[in-house]
């Protein structure tokens, strides 16, 4: 894991309340793989005192395709986000990653569908250049894994959805829902994808709802499905146990460490609330 300060190099709007931030982080970018997660935190301020933790959305490369900087999107919900969207470029922030566990693994299935609702996509663009052998991470040469990746992207009202451009243009085909049709089908993400038909894995990220939704639809079609969780978390290294999740174990249950045991887990291993 590294930890240090980073410039922020470039910092625009991708939709309302949406933001898309990069900082200069070499090591990071170097060593960060799809479904990990780095934690950010403005420098010089105690308030707020701890990082919050955000899922790498893509990583930049240089011309010679060596990684010098990550992408993060984030949504502007509280106390943190509310502050780093002020952030402009030059200005640092702390950066400590890669954490947690990269996506488990698919095999190499004919289809992979990704199912995304609020900002859950945001881990999203990186796996699906994994996926597809696009890209590689971690130091791998790119490996392609399945033949087609679909994104299933739920989003309260269409000025919400972030990024789809980005998704279209590295080779996904993009499903949209909307709670108000206002973009795409009208309705829940779930509804769309079980609409469509069985898949290959299922791999999800949003709200606990729509992932517990998701896990049903899952079981029915007897299709793996792993969910990634966006769960508080305060240190992000497995210190505080703030952060867990009840997942079933051979003798019933025990609690797992979100920021360390995943963020992503096998959706029929979770106790749902
Ligand atoms: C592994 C992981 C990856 C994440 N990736 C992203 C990402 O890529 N983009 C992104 O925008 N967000 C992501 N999040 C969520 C992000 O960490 C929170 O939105 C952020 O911590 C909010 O900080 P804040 O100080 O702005 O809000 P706070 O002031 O801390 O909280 C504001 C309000 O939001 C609620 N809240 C805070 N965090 C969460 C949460 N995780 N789930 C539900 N409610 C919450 C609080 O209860 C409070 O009501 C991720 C979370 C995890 C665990
Ligand atoms: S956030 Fe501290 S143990 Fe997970």
């Given at each position: 894991m590294f930890h240090r300060t980073a410039r922020v190099t470039e910092h625009v709007q991708l939709a309302e309340r949406t933001f898309r931030v990069r900082v200069e982080c070499p090591e990071v970018a170097g060593a960060i793989r799809p479904g990990q997660f780095v934690m950010l935190r403005l420098p010089g301020?105690?308030?707020?005192l701890l990082g919050r933790p955000f899922a790498l959305y893509d990583t930049v490369l240089d011309a010679s395709g060596t990684p010098v900087a990550l992408d993060v999107v984030y949504l502007v919900v509280g106390k943190m986000t509310g502050r780093l969207a002020s952030v402009e470029p030059g200005q640092k922030l702390e950066v400590w990653g890669p954490l947690g566990k990269p996506f488990l693994d698919v095999g190499t299935p004919e289809r992979v569908a990704l199912v995304a609702g609020g900002i859950g996509q945001t881990p999203f663009l990186a796996y699906a250049r994994e996926l597809l052998g696009t890209r590689g991470f971690g130091g791998d040469a790119p490996r392609q894994r399945t033949g087609k990746v679909s994104l299933y992207y739920g989003v309260?009202?269409?000025?919400?959805?972030?990024g789809v451009d980005d998704f279209r243009a590295a080779g996904v085909e993009v499903h949209l829902a909307s709670d108000d049709g206002?973009?795409?089908?009208?309705?829940y993400v779930t509804q769309l994808l079980a609409s469509h038909g069985k898949t290959g894995p299922l791999v999800g990220c949003g709200p606990e709802p729509m992932l517990h939704a998701l896990a049903k639809v899952a079981a029915a079609w007897e299709v793996p499905c792993q969910v990634s969780l966006e769960t508080p978390m305060a240190c992000?290294?497995?210190?505080?146990?703030?952060?867990v999740a009840k997942v079933t174990t051979p003798d019933g249950w025990d609690y797992k460490r979100v920021c360390v045991d995943g963020p992503a887990f096998d959706a029929a291993q979770l106790v749902w609330g």
């Open positions: 301020t105690t308030d707020p309260r009202t269409a000025a919400l959805a972030a206002s973009t795409g089908t009208k309705g992000g290294v497995g210190i505080c146990f703030s952060c």
